[in-house]
């Protein structure tokens, strides 16, 4: 599932945040980073660890579009400005 979510990225750009096919807006967080990072700090092989890093570090700090939620992370210069993301700036998750 690893390598499946980092061909994702190699096709696309992105991790996915939901294991279906294309980009989709059906989760509030990444599942993918979560399931990659345990694998690198349990020295778990079967993938390219340099491409993982590259996923994982793009998808932690690359803003998406304004209206985009199914890629990067969504509201994350209201978090890097304010230290937060306000609830009154139309993202649900920040409740």
């Not at 059906?26 to 345990?38: L, N, P």
């Not at 778990?44 to 690359?62: H, M, P, V």
């Not at 994350?76 to 409740?95: F, Q, R, S, T």
Request: one cysteine or more; hydrophobic letters at 40%; glycine letters at 12%.
């Amino acid at each position: 599932i690893i390598q499946g979510w980092l061909n994702a990225y190699l096709a696309g750009g992105w991790l996915p945040k939901w294991a279906s096919p294309g980009y989709r807006d059906s989760m509030v967080g990444t599942f993918a980073d979560v399931v990659i990072s345990d694998a690198i700090i349990k020295n778990i092989s079967g993938f390219d660890r340099s491409i993982a890093w590259q996923a994982l570090r793009k998808d932690a700090f690359e803003h998406s579009g304004p209206k985009d939620t199914s890629r990067g992370k969504f509201g994350l210069k209201h978090y890097e400005d304010k230290g937060y993301i306000p609830v009154d700036v139309g993202i649900n998750e920040a409740c």
